[in-house]
Structure formats: structure tokens, C-alpha cells
């Protein structure tokens, strides 16, 4: 078992679960400017783009289903699926921001880095994790 696996916090919880919840509360904060506000939301994340109100629904329909995984996740950690499905969701948005800051120059270094630290960090948390919620390797049942 990985180190801190087993750590529970309050109403047994683990840690992870936690961090997921931040992550996702944070996501759902984010979502509002997508939606209502996407000049905020082009000066903030985009810095060097122009985002219209149509880019900034679909930016909000994403961060609201990547926050829902966070929830989802942060209480069914033993979910193999939704397990995957919220770290590949950590993987596509992050990728997505490398490629527009290498590729596209519409983001900074700065905003790169600040989603690096809840991206990153996630992504090898959850990997350290991965053994640790039910999801080592399938055995295959005995056949009577």
C-alpha cells in the first residue's frame, strides 16, 4: 500500500478524496466565467486570445464535467472507470494548455505553471493511488 493510502479524513474520507473535492469546487467556481463572464475568462486563462461568449460556454461545459468527475470521483475512489475517466480529464486539460501555450501562444508561462501545480500534482497523486482503492490487478474468477 502506498504511503498515506489508508489516511482518512473526516467522515472517512481519504485525503485524495479531499483534494478532489478542492479541485472540483474550484472547477465549479471557474465554470461561472465560462458562462457569464468570457472576457474575464480570456484575460484570465487566455491571456493572449480573444475569447468569444461561444468559446467561453464550451470552455464552462468542460470545466463543469471535469468538476463533476472530481466529485464523482472523490467519493467512489474504487471505481476503476470513473477512477480513469477523472485522471484522463486531469490529462486532456492539461495537454490542451501545454498545446496552447506551445503550439498556439495564446497562453503564458504563468497560467502554465499555475495549472501545472493542480494538474501535476493530481495526476501523480492519483497514480500513486491508483493500487491503493481496489484497483490492482484483476483476478479472474474460479469457474465451478
Not at 51 to 78: E, I, K, M, P, Q
Not at 120 to 139: A, E, I, Y
Request: charged fraction near 10%.
Amino acid at each position: 500500500m502506498a504511503a498515506g493510502a489508508g489516511k482518512k479524513m473526516g467522515g472517512g474520507v481519504p485525503a485524495l478524496g479531499w483534494w478532489l473535492m478542492v479541485v472540483g469546487a474550484v472547477r465549479l467556481a471557474v465554470t461561472w466565467s465560462g458562462f457569464f463572464d468570457a472576457a474575464a475568462l480570456g484575460s484570465a486563462t487566455y491571456a493572449h486570445a480573444q475569447v468569444t461568449g461561444v468559446h467561453g460556454r464550451t470552455f464552462g461545459v468542460w470545466t463543469l464535467l471535469s468538476s463533476t468527475l472530481c466529485f464523482l470521483c472523490a467519493f467512489n475512489l474504487d471505481s476503476r472507470p470513473i477512477y480513469a475517466a477523472t485522471f484522463m480529464s486531469f490529462v486532456y486539460g492539461y495537454g490542451h494548455f501545454i498545446l496552447e501555450y506551445l503550439v498556439y501562444r495564446t497562453f503564458t508561462a504563468a497560467n502554465l505553471g499555475t495549472f501545472a501545480l493542480v494538474a501535476v500534482t493530481s495526476m501523480v497523486w492519483m497514480l500513486l493511488q491508483w493500487n491503493s482503492h481496489g484497483h490492482g490487478p484483476r483476478v479472474a474468477a474460479k469457474q465451478s
